[in-house]
Every structure is written in structure tokens, then in C-alpha cells.
């Protein structure tokens, strides 16, 4: 797979780059879940584009949500990181199947860049003055309304926009507590002015 070539070419580039002490082995894998039994977790977003297989149908997004997952085995003395592209399904289509993005290799050099920085600061704890960059937008890129139903990262709850919408639910719930707490309290003072009657 060309892609995956893409990915790990540049990612071997990168580590020989700060001259990392370890081996480490890059996988791509579709079916990855986030998990945290010795796993670091890093979800950056990315730019990418989609094209459909059934319709002629091509977009932009601002979407693409990358998840790695990164593990050092210290007594083998090598490591590894998993990564998985969250795909997106056409909205023109009445049955769609899931597609993956094409991303720009100098997105992807970006996505790479980013996360050698994190194995570099948490794992060899080496604080690098290199900052975090950002991804690139296409040329004439427009943002457009992002569609839950559409976006797989969002049905693993992993989307970056599907996050911010979990903050506002939280939020809402918060003050959706309140009034139920105070009923509580009310029922609580009733009871005990009951008992001191009797
Ligand atoms: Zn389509
Ligand atoms: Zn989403």
C-alpha cells in the first residue's frame, strides 16, 4: 500500500533525525480502538481528501482524525506505534460505504513531525524546543457542516467535533442537576421536620 509506505518511510526519516535509541515499528491498522493499558494515546486532526466509489462525488475535510497509540517495551528495547485514519462516507449516496482519505504528503510529514515530538518529550523526556506545527489547508478550502452519521471517528467517539459537542452535553447536564439536587434537599428537610414532630 502506497500510503502506508508514505507513513512509515517518513516516520523512520524522523527517528534516525533525533537519533533515537530504539527500534521502533509502525503499523497501520483500521480496526484500532483507544485503549490505555500501557498505551500513550495521540489524536491529532488532520486535512484530507474523499473521494466516492459510487458517485462522483469529492470533498475536503477538516476532519480526518488520526489516532496513534504508542508503546515503548523497555526490557526489548524497541517500540511501537499503531495508527488508525478515521474515514467518512459520501453525503450525496443513499447507501455509502466508508472511504479513505487521500492526505498531502506534506501532511503527512506534519502528522509524523508532531508525533516524533511526542515520543521525544514523554517518552524520552527530552524537552525539544521544536513546536507542534499545524496541518495545511487545501487550496480554496471551504468549511462545510460536519455530518455525525458520516464520520466514523465521530461514531467511536474519538472526533475532534463530536468532543466539543460532548462538552457541551456535560455542561447542559451539569445545570440540568441542580434543580433535581435541590428537590433532594427539599424531601431530606421534610423528612426531618416529620421525625422531630413525632
Ligand atoms: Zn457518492
Ligand atoms: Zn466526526
Redesign the pocket.
Known sequence: MMEARNWTTLFEDELERIAAPHEWAFTLDSTLQKQSDGWLIYTPWTFGRFRCSFCSNCWDSA?V?LLFLLKLYRFRRCGEVKLRI?KQKCRMCTFPVMEEPEISQENIRIAIANLVNRIQRKIYGKNNCIKDQKPVAPDNYIEGP?K?EH????QAKV????MLNMDRNIKGDIFGLVPMLLAVLFIIIVIIILIKCN
Open positions: 476532519q482524525n478515521f460536519h455525525k464520520c466514523e471517528a465521530c472526533c475532534y467535533t463530536s
